[in-house]
């Protein structure tokens, strides 16, 4: 039995007590105990080991809807001769130019570097879709023996494309069902499969049904939707209907799928989402640092589909991602107030329900029976602070580097902002030795 004391405490029970000034969490095993009071939980469990929040935040960890473990070894990185002007070309220069020299090790040292970053800044779930070209069978696998090792939650598929030719093409689906028959084997509380797809360009109506073939109805799909116009232009182009209408026709859509981005998508591809219980992640970062649009979060919240946010890896901080959120729907509305409700919804209540699809135990919230998913923020406010007004703290206060202790499904994964049972300069030199290896195969070079 843990107590972790000493904190404002945020549960975002809305069905229970929101705030306490000075608050507990219970927890043993994998589960919540009980939520409460300091005093009174310290006199209930007053043999129960004390974690000491030393004053700051006691909160729900964070969930991530989307990111590429594949891009994790991309930090400072720049390739010979790589110029973008356009989508396309960040995609085909950048992005396939390192997947397609992913190896297994590469695979397993992003998952490596992206778990370890995940656990610094409170993230404790989520939804990785993977590519590494160069060896695709076993890098699902690699990857989940990496979330094992570090504790993070994580929902993993392969990204399904026809741009490298049909071999390729045919392991990626295979490593889509294959890990999805481990997942239905091994019922892993902390591991979960979706079946991966790129963007619809890069995505034949013969690999579609290969796909929905392979999974046979077991999993949702993850896939990337309209982030480009490329892939608007495509579908009008050659198959006479708009992205989301194509994968409707395939049978992608549903309760249990995410549709990544869906920046250009009209009022009826809105209606179509929602019909079907398909779930969207925006991405805003990456969305503005490609230059490819904004995602419609507004209209897509009114007509009540669930929008949850992700961060395409541009980082791995959350609360990151918020701020760029809410400012680029400000900015695109020309309004200063809109966007709080939907943004925040996004991150602390849509990507639980998101979660909750996939992995049997409830997360975001602190209650009893709850996955024991914790963070403490380093935060100490120096006006008002209760359940009314923390979104506002988080907002314009906190960022994922304020995060000083990170429990993940009952674990303690970082106290005190030392990973505990990690050894992280030894991670992080093995990790640097293999994004030697992988620039160097880029750009002909030693590094």
Request: glycine letters at 8%; charged letters at 25%; proline letters at 3%.
């Amino acid at each position: 039995m843990y107590l972790l004391t000493n904190g404002r405490l945020i549960t975002r029970d809305s069905e229970g007590k929101g705030y306490y000034e000075h608050g507990a969490v219970a927890f043993e095993g994998t589960k919540i105990v009980e939520v409460g009071e300091e005093a009174a939980l310290r006199a209930k469990y007053a043999d129960a080991e004390v974690i000491d929040a030393r004053g700051g935040v006691i909160m729900p960890a964070f969930i991530n809807a989307h990111t590429h473990i594949y891009s994790a070894l991309a930090r400072g990185l720049s390739i010979v001769g790589n110029n973008p002007t356009n989508f396309y070309e960040v995609l085909d220069g950048t992005w396939w130019a390192m997947d397609r020299k992913l190896t297994l090790e590469g695979s397993r040292a992003s998952a490596d570097a992206l778990y370890i970053d995940c656990i610094k800044q409170g993230v404790t779930t989520i939804f990785d879709h993977h590519a590494a070209y160069a060896e695709i069978p076993g890098s699902l696998f690699e990857i989940a023996e990496s979330a094992k090792k570090f504790g993070i939650r994580s929902c993993l598929c392969y990204e399904v494309s026809d741009r490298d030719g049909e071999e390729k093409c045919l392991q990626a689906i295979k490593e889509n069902a294959d890990f999805i028959s481990y997942c239905e084997k091994e019922k892993d509380p902390m591991l979960a499969a979706m079946f991966g797809g790129h963007a619809l360009f890069t995505i034949s109506d013969k690999t579609f049904e290969r796909m929905v073939e392979a999974n046979a109805g077991r999993t949702g799909f993850h896939i990337h939707v309209s982030e480009g116009m490329d892939d608007v232009y495509d579908s009008l182009r050659n198959y006479g209907c708009r992205p989301v209408k194509r994968l409707m026709d395939h049978g992608i859509l549903g309760e249990k799928t995410v549709l990544g981005h869906c920046i250009h998508v009209n009022s009826a591809e809105i209606d179509i989402i929602k019909e079907t219980g398909t779930m969207v992640v925006n991405n805003p970062e990456s969305n503005m640092s490609n230059a490819v649009g904004v995602c419609p979060v507004l209209p897509l919240s009114k007509a009540g589909i669930t929008v949850g946010l992700g961060t395409d890896a541009w980082t791995n901080d959350m609360v990151e991602s918020l701020k760029a959120a809410l400012c680029v729907q400000r900015l695109h509305a020309c309004l200063p107030n809109v966007a709080w409700c939907e943004v925040t919804d996004m991150l602390f209540r849509n990507n639980a329900k998101i979660a909750g699809k996939y992995f049997p135990v409830e997360l975001g919230v602190l209650k009893a029976g709850a996955a024991a998913d914790i963070i403490v923020m380093d935060y100490y406010p120096y006006t008002p602070f209760s359940d009314e007004n923390i979104d506002g703290h988080i907002l314009f206060g906190m960022t994922g580097k304020l995060c000083r202790t990170t429990i993940g499904n009952g674990k303690v994964l970082m106290k005190d902002r030392e990973l505990v049972g990690i050894d992280e300069l030894a991670e992080n030199a093995r990790i640097l030795e293999v994004s030697k290896k992988l620039w160097g195969s880029l750009n002909n070079r030693v590094y």
